[in-house]
């Protein structure tokens, strides 16, 4: 058996490796001895309450938790706002001045919103949504690079009660109208472009090209364009509005609305095992609470350090650990534009230099790829600044974990890789730097208050140190999703129904070894993990059977070296249509446009068949077979058991 990044599990648990936190880190963290997790056990809901109470809410809740499997709601009768815990609480002490964004975009040009300068944009922001009638409850799309008008949006949509559903700004045209109907916005803030290596991306273009597909699907009201290239883009009269106007002239205040704790705060599409991405549903007390804790103890969060997260706030990981986290524990963020090898490929330690950053989250796909451009480019820099790694997104190999610690972290900085998801809003899994002893390549114990275990097919735990299983959690936790918008029976569905309605599906295969400590492998469904984003097959090969040639269509991940996992597709053509080298290219490109770069295929192969079972399944387990060169599994359920011999010297014979 082999994890998604191909490799063998034996390997991984061979793993001997032990870090424990050094001395001067333990002595000043906010955690110092596993005292937490009995205490936590003890009591989930009152650990998680004592949390909640760090906060600031308008009124306390009345009961912490209410469990109806697969629904739980939590803190129920309190009030608060999401914008007041990251801004306005820290204006009234001694974080007024202090700075709560450092951006750097990729030219090289820079800003830094202190918090009191956070305040004022996110009030006349809020102030600008409302003149536009944007209502509590509505739907508010942002289509923004990484500047800080996309937090800016975040916290003022938070303040006035409007969910916001953030796109990417690396998805497509088409990404973005799906999105956007799904949702039901009727309102759009995107900006002119912006850059990336070297290079302006056209970004109002495409977002008109998305408005164009929704015409008579969805009402857009109005459209927000922030002004960050300058370059020349079309303008719709009486539907788009610059951001810079509409700021000059808005209401310098906006009162914050109270929030039940159980209201939307935000959706989140991400992709599923169906072509259809699913807008995960978070709400505001329970998010905040459980971004807010995890926050401050993974990252170990001390008011004086410089807090860098390389994610892009179009993930979850940005919305979580860029945004609500840190900021509504008072850090001082670094917040950059660009792509992290331009002009040049030590550009992230250029950064961290220049910023004196304490505190660096990325993911094992740019660890590898840094490990491949060589440790020249990080000696180049003084690093001494940093005391805490953080790794997220996919399985880390022990490998990239060494090259980590010892070229980035000088051999003197704990790392925690930490396993969550969209759907579970805040870290899951994870070491916690100044107590947890580490292992190259393991998430090491569920958070404290978190209930996790590893599962067989029947729902009984596999013992420690046995086989390989499915992870599970076991308990409700307050950063939880709440739903999959406007489809109750999918949630229900994805991840309630393996073993019961009180148990978590996360989709993801685990172990556990003898120690306690978990050893996530990888999706265990039709999700793969490329370079950190999560893409369904299923989404691609829609791509690929929307192209007017392919008649048929199969995607499966296959490993590698710096990305993890890479798609790679097999076609059958319509009939007429022959393959070759320039189709395979226009193909992949057209991957790329319909979803995004990200998602275009490594290899396109153009096959007479695919192997299907007598239903006509078609069975991915003997494509990723023959792609990772492994023996083919039992192809006796199939409809033409000779296909999986053809594929596989079709396949090795194509480079
Ligand atoms: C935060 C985020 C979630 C999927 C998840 C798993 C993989 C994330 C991981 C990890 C092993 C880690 N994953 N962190 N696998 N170790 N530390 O990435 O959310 O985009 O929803 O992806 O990513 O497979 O199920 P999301």
Same mark, same amino acid.
């Given at each position: 058996?082999?994890?998604?990044?191909?490799?063998?599990?034996?390997?991984?648990?061979?793993?001997?490796?032990?870090?424990?936190?050094?001395?001067?880190?333990?002595?000043?963290?906010?955690?110092?001895?596993?005292?937490?997790?009995?205490?936590?056990?003890?009591?989930?809901?009152?650990?998680?309450?004592?949390?909640?109470?760090?906060?600031?809410?308008?009124?306390?809740?009345?009961?912490?938790?209410?469990?109806?499997?697969?629904?739980?709601?939590?803190?129920?009768?309190?009030?608060?706002?999401?914008?007041?815990?990251?801004?306005?609480?820290?204006?009234?002490?001694?974080?007024?001045?202090?700075?709560?964004?450092?951006?750097?975009?990729?030219?090289?040009?820079?800003?830094?919103?202190?918090?009191?300068?956070?305040?004022?944009?996110?009030?006349?922001?809020?102030?600008?949504?409302?003149?536009?009638?944007?209502?509590?409850?509505?739907?508010?799309?942002?289509?923004?690079?990484?500047?800080?008008?996309?937090?800016?949006?975040?916290?003022?949509?938070?303040?006035?009660?409007?969910?916001?559903?953030?796109?990417?700004?690396?998805?497509?045209?088409?990404?973005?109208?799906?999105?956007?109907?799904?949702?039901?916005?009727?309102?759009?803030?995107?900006?002119?472009?912006?850059?990336?290596?070297? !290079?302006?991306? #056209?970004? !109002?273009?495409?977002?008109?090209?998305?408005? +164009?597909?929704?015409?008579?699907?969805?009402?857009?009201?109005?459209?927000?364009?922030?002004?960050?290239? *300058?370059?020349?883009?079309?303008?719709?009269?009486?539907?788009?509005?610059?951001?810079?106007?509409?700021?000059?002239? /808005?209401?310098?205040?906006?009162?914050?609305?109270?929030?039940?704790?159980?209201?939307?705060?935000?959706?989140?599409?991400?992709?599923?095992?169906?072509?259809?991405?699913?807008?995960?549903?978070?709400?505001?007390?329970? %998010?905040?609470?459980?971004? %807010?804790?995890?926050?401050?103890?993974?990252?170990?969060?001390?008011?004086?350090?410089?807090?860098?997260?390389? /994610?892009?706030?179009?993930?979850?990981? *940005?919305?979580?650990?860029?945004?609500?986290?840190?900021?509504?524990?008072?850090?001082?963020?670094?917040?950059?534009?660009?792509?992290?090898?331009?002009? $040049?490929? $030590?550009?992230?330690?250029?950064?961290?230099?220049?910023?004196?950053?304490?505190?660096? %989250?990325?993911?094992?796909?740019?660890?590898?790829?840094?490990?491949?451009?060589?440790?020249?480019?990080?000696?180049?820099?003084?690093?001494?600044?940093?005391?805490?790694?953080?790794?997220?997104?996919?399985?880390?190999?022990?490998? /990239?974990?060494?090259?980590?610690?010892?070229?980035?972290?000088?051999?003197?900085?704990?790392?925690?890789?930490?396993?969550?998801?969209?759907?579970? *809003?805040?870290?899951?899994?994870?070491?916690?730097?100044?107590?947890?002893?580490?292992?190259?390549?393991?998430?090491?114990?569920?958070?404290?208050?978190?209930?996790?275990?590893?599962?067989?097919?029947?729902?009984?735990?596999?013992?420690?140190?046995?086989?390989?299983?499915?992870?599970?959690?076991?308990?409700?936790?307050?950063?939880?999703?709440?739903?999959?918008?406007?489809?109750?029976?999918?949630?229900?569905?994805?991840?309630?129904?393996?073993?019961?309605?009180?148990?978590?599906?996360?989709?993801? *295969?685990?172990?556990?070894?003898? $120690?306690?400590?978990?050893?996530?492998?990888?999706?265990?469904?039709?999700?793969?993990?490329?370079?950190?984003?999560?893409?369904?097959?299923?989404?691609?090969?829609?791509?690929?059977?929307?192209? #007017?040639?392919?008649?048929?269509?199969?995607?499966?991940?296959?490993?590698?070296?710096? +990305?993890?996992?890479?798609?790679?597709?097999?076609?059958?053509?319509?009939?007429?249509?022959?393959?070759?080298?320039?189709?395979?290219?226009?193909? +992949?490109?057209?991957?790329? +446009?319909?979803?995004?770069?990200?998602?275009?295929? $490594?290899?396109?192969?153009?096959?007479?068949?695919?192997?299907?079972?007598?239903?006509?399944?078609?069975?991915?387990?003997?494509?990723?077979?023959?792609?990772?060169?492994?023996?083919?599994?039992?192809?006796?359920?199939?409809?033409?058991?000779?296909?999986?011999?053809?594929?596989?010297?079709?396949?090795?014979?194509?480079?």
């Amino acid at each position: 058996m082999a994890d998604a990044a191909g490799r063998p599990i034996d390997a991984l648990l061979r793993e001997e490796r032990r870090f424990a936190p050094p001395e001067s880190f333990r002595a000043r963290a906010h955690v110092r001895d596993e005292s937490v997790y009995e205490e936590a056990e003890r009591d989930p809901e009152g650990f998680w309450a004592r949390w909640a109470e760090e906060l600031e809410w308008f009124q306390k809740w009345d009961r912490v938790l209410e469990w109806n499997p697969p629904h739980a709601r939590w803190f129920l009768g309190g009030k608060l706002n999401a914008s007041v815990n990251c801004v306005d609480r820290h204006i009234r002490g001694p974080r007024r001045n202090k700075a709560a964004i450092i951006w750097e975009g990729e030219p090289g040009d820079t800003r830094t919103l202190t918090y009191y300068d956070l305040y004022r944009e996110v009030n006349k922001f809020a102030s600008v949504l409302k003149g536009l009638g944007v209502k509590k409850g509505d739907r508010v799309t942002i289509y923004l690079p990484m500047i800080p008008e996309l937090p800016i949006a975040m916290l003022a949509c938070a303040r006035i009660g409007a969910p916001h559903s953030v796109v990417f700004a690396g998805f497509s045209p088409q990404a973005l109208a799906s999105r956007m109907e799904d949702a039901g916005s009727r309102f759009l803030v995107t900006s002119d472009g912006f850059y990336r290596r070297g !290079k302006v991306v #056209p970004l !109002k273009a495409q977002a008109d090209e998305a408005l +164009k597909l929704l015409a008579g699907k969805q009402d857009v009201e109005a459209v927000v364009v922030v002004r960050r290239t *300058g370059h020349e883009v079309p303008f719709t009269p009486g539907r788009d509005r610059w951001w810079h106007e509409l700021m000059e002239q /808005a209401e310098r205040l906006c009162p914050p609305e109270a929030m039940d704790a159980e209201d939307m705060l935000f959706m989140m599409y991400t992709s599923g095992t169906t072509g259809r991405p699913k807008g995960i549903v978070h709400t505001t007390g329970g %998010y905040l609470t459980g971004v %807010y804790a995890t926050t401050k103890w993974v990252f170990d969060l001390q008011e004086d350090d410089v807090y860098w997260c390389m /994610a892009d706030i179009g993930w979850i990981t *940005g919305h979580s650990y860029i945004v609500y986290g840190p900021l509504a524990n008072g850090a001082t963020v670094v917040m950059y534009e660009g792509a992290p090898d331009w002009p $040049d490929k $030590d550009r992230p330690w250029v950064i961290i230099e220049k910023y004196g950053i304490t505190i660096f %989250y990325t993911a094992p796909t740019a660890i590898r790829a840094f490990a491949a451009d060589g440790p020249e480019y990080p000696r180049r820099h003084d690093l001494s600044s940093l005391r805490l790694l953080g790794s997220v997104g996919e399985p880390i190999n022990p490998e /990239a974990w060494m090259w980590y610690h010892e070229h980035i972290g000088g051999g003197r900085c704990p790392i925690v890789d930490t396993w969550w998801q969209t759907e579970t *809003g805040a870290i899951m899994i994870t070491p916690l730097p100044g107590v947890t002893v580490t292992k190259p390549g393991s998430a090491t114990r569920p958070f404290p208050g978190i209930k996790a275990a590893v599962l067989d097919d029947q729902g009984n735990p596999v013992p420690p140190g046995q086989g390989g299983g499915y992870l599970a959690i076991l308990r409700p936790w307050p950063s939880m999703l709440r739903g999959i918008w406007g489809d109750e029976e999918r949630y229900v569905n994805t991840y309630w129904s393996k073993w019961g309605r009180d148990v978590y599906y996360p989709g993801d *295969g685990a172990k556990i070894d003898e $120690d306690g400590y978990f050893w996530v492998l990888g999706r265990v469904d039709d999700v793969m993990n490329v370079a950190g984003h999560r893409l369904s097959t299923m989404e691609i090969e829609s791509a690929l059977v929307s192209h #007017p040639a392919v008649a048929e269509a199969a995607v499966i991940a296959a490993p590698h070296p710096v +990305k993890g996992q890479v798609p790679v597709g097999f076609v059958i053509l319509e009939a007429g249509r022959q393959g070759g080298p320039e189709l395979e290219a226009e193909l +992949k490109e057209h991957v790329a +446009k319909v979803i995004s770069p990200i998602a275009r295929p $490594d290899r396109v192969l153009f096959v007479p068949d695919l192997p299907k079972t007598r239903s006509g399944k078609i069975m991915r387990r003997l494509l990723r077979d023959i792609v990772e060169g492994r023996q083919l599994g039992d192809t006796t359920t199939l409809r033409d058991p000779d296909v999986p011999e053809q594929l596989r010297q079709m396949y090795a014979s194509q480079p």
